[in-house]
């Protein structure tokens, strides 16, 4: 888990965004319907805007070391993967092919005792 930045700083607001960012994907990984998705999603953001008046550090990096925790205890075992992002089911799928020759003629030939054609 990485340090949380100080309270009121434009790190601080950084890393809420990213947390609050990464609870919604850990989130759309487990309900893949957007409908249903979206009831999570706000119930997330009542939770994020409930907390958003906390000025107390310690109460503060008590709320994010919780948040993380939560994350951490329900991380997807198998996020969703664009398909042509790497580890994505489309990746490398179609690659194009090689430039050189698919088979060597003259070296057939030659091994073959047909070096005159």
């Known amino acids: 888990m990485s340090s949380i930045p100080a309270p009121f700083t434009a790190a601080h ?3 809420v965004k990213t947390l609050y960012r990464r609870i919604l994907i850990n989130e ?3 309900i893949v319907q957007r ?3 979206r009831a999570r999603a706000l119930a997330i953001r009542a939770e994020f805007e409930r907390n958003r008046d906390v000025h107390d550090p310690r109460a503060l990096a008590e709320i994010f070391n919780k948040a993380e925790a939560a994350l951490a205890e329900r991380k997807h075992p198998d996020p969703y993967r664009p398909p042509e992002a790497p580890d994505g089911t489309k990746w490398e799928r ?3 092919p090689p ?3 698919l088979f060597d003629h003259e070296k057939y ?3 073959h005792g047909r070096a005159d054609h």
């Open 13 to 15: 607001r950084s890393y």
């Open 28 to 30: 759309l990984d487990w």
């Open 99 to 101: 430039l050189g020759p």
């Open 94 to 96: 179609n690659l194009p």
């Open 35 to 37: 409908d249903l998705w």
């Open 109 to 111: 030939n030659e091994e």
